[in-house]
């Protein structure tokens, strides 16, 4: 049994990485991996790794390797893979569209099962098959479809109201693009919030240093 | 001026966040906050605020709470958003579109030029004005614009070769939606990265554990 009782967000944070990287070595066939190569692999030290696979458990014997299949089973367990979750999108917008047709959710534990817009010229047309919908049929769609987590790709200004809305309707997970700061309003939460524009402005700054770094080099 | 020599990533990573909340209290027509109404809007201690700004060279005079109009100027020049850079974006399927649509570059001091793509039927489109051209375009139009950023909006399998051509064109800064490794490839680069789809399983491993949680409690 994976002793994860508590265990921080920076080693959870990881683990999708870790996934990803063993996901790759299995469809390319590969059979065991130690913990050195692994670390090459994801230019990561190997203590680092066995340290926090043992937060999950150890997955393996030391010296052996890892058997990457058994590893892939274990982390789709512990990453909650292996079961599905329902869930609907909000908005129908550029965002809204390119999550639904960029993202396989599938692959992630998720099923998407409708779209809900209050623009009327987008309901009634289908993104990859799934159905966009008036927000007025969201509430009875939640509880006739078992929905559990909703992903919000709304405008600001329009995010409060929504939230109010599929709470009170049982929803109490998020994939968050919008700013707005659910887990505060709703504490019983679990909310993942990806703030892109916040990432370009990071990136902004680090170019900015860069050239300072660099024009201070020069002098 | 600003004393942000060795400023944690943690401290940066929150300057968008800070910038935000001051440019809606810009909008909204305030003109002075102090750090105490600060921390209440954003659900973080004061103490931290006063600790963050301090990174940046302080922003103010304890007492008398901080200008909101010096505050925007100034973060704006820490990160970088009273210059404008030069940016190409790499792939223009559904995630490259909606980056293009929904993503307001200006804002964050960049200026998109041009979109480029290997599927002869988009080559010769538009999006938002912005024109999508044939990938061996790609080398002239970096230098004769002045490009100096890369969004890369690509497939996992196509991203190595590209890296290579725009590194060598002299692109130092990328915003990456692959999962490739940049900068361990290229270490004089400037990457940020968005990992969509980590949030997404990380998600899932939360609404996993609260579920286990609630089973443990109704025992």
């Not at 994801?42 to 043992?54: C, H, L, P």
């Not at 299949?69 to 908005?91: P, T, Y």
């Not at 309707?169 to 707005?180: D, M, R, V």
């Amino acid at each position: 049994m994976p002793k994860h009782d508590k265990i921080s967000m920076s080693v959870i944070r990881r683990l999708p990485r870790y996934y990803r990287f063993i996901s790759e070595l299995a469809d390319s066939g590969e059979k065991r991996i130690s913990s050195s190569r692994l670390a090459e692999l994801m230019n990561v030290t190997a203590s680092q790794i066995r340290q926090d696979f043992n937060c999950f458990g150890g997955f393996g014997q030391q010296g052996y390797g890892y058997s990457i299949s058994f590893l892939k089973g274990e982390m789709e367990k512990i990453l909650g893979l292996n079961k599905v979750n329902n869930a609907i999108i909000l908005g129908a917008g550029n965002l809204g569209k390119a999550i639904a047709l960029h993202i396989n959710f599938v692959e992630k534990g998720f099923c998407v099962k409708g779209i809900f817009e209050t623009n009327p010229l987008l309901v009634g047309q289908e993104i990859k098959g799934i159905r966009i919908y008036p927000e007025n049929d969201m509430e009875k769609f939640i509880a006739d479809n078992n929905i559990s987590i909703a992903v919000l790709c709304v405008p600001k200004n329009s995010v409060a109201g929504i939230i109010d809305k599929l709470y009170s309707n049982g929803i109490k997970a998020f994939w968050n693009f919008s700013h707005f700061d659910i887990a505060r309003k709703y504490s019983d939460t679990v909310v993942e919030n990806v703030h892109m524009t916040d990432s370009l402005m990071t990136l902004s700054y680090r170019m900015n240093e860069k050239l300072k770094s660099e024009e201070k080099t020069e002098e």
